[in-house]
């Protein structure tokens, strides 16, 4: 199941920031499909925690096709389907490496790996995708503001998940099994 929720999260967030014009809040842009992306970070460590390191990377293999593919049907330029393709690639390998390697609690595991994936993917695809490197949709002066957006979303999403999972116990009934 968490792999169906782990990709089907990628698509939808895809769906969402195409059909939906970004949240504008105060000086900050952010496309709505953050709030996912934010999200597939935490599945992606549930997944890698069921399932190991190695078949993660197989799943994230897979989610990055079913990204690109869906991204490109939905209409963008494949200028941001490379960006998102390159982002993608980039900050689920650090979010599976940090979340590998930290010896800590599960949930400090997931509040950091997905931080540093979420400034990352973040970074990447608003620079080589919507600056004026990439489709020049966001202006230089711009920029800072649609990455922070994202990452204020990306990493309360992070924070959130993690209450969810300390609140409902699923860390220790999951983490023991």
Not at 56 to 65: D, N, V
Not at 90 to 104: M, P, Q
Request: hydrophobic share 55%; charged share 10%; aromatic share 12%.
């Amino acid at each position: 199941m968490r792999i169906i929720l782990y990709l089907t999260a990628i698509v939808l967030a895809n769906v969402i920031t195409a059909k939906f014009a970004p949240l504008q809040l105060g000086v900050f842009i952010i496309p709505y499909g953050s709030f996912l992306i934010g999200a597939t970070f935490i599945l992606r460590d549930l997944v890698q925690n069921k399932y190991g390191k190695k078949n993660t990377y197989l799943f994230i293999g897979l989610a990055l096709f079913l990204s690109a593919i869906s991204s490109y049907v939905l209409g963008d330029t494949l200028w941001i389907v490379f960006a998102s393709a390159i982002s993608f690639a980039v900050s689920e390998t650090t979010d599976t490496e940090i979340y590998s390697r930290l010896k800590t609690s599960i949930n400090l595991r997931i509040l950091y790996s997905g931080i540093f994936g979420g400034i990352l993917d973040s970074s990447i695809f608003v620079i080589v995708g919507l600056s004026p490197i990439g489709a020049g949709m966001v202006p230089w002066d711009a920029v800072w503001m649609a990455i922070l957006g994202q990452l204020m979303i990306k990493i309360g999403m992070q924070f959130l998940g993690v209450l969810v999972l300390r609140l409902t116990n699923f860390s220790k009934i999951e983490w023991a099994n």
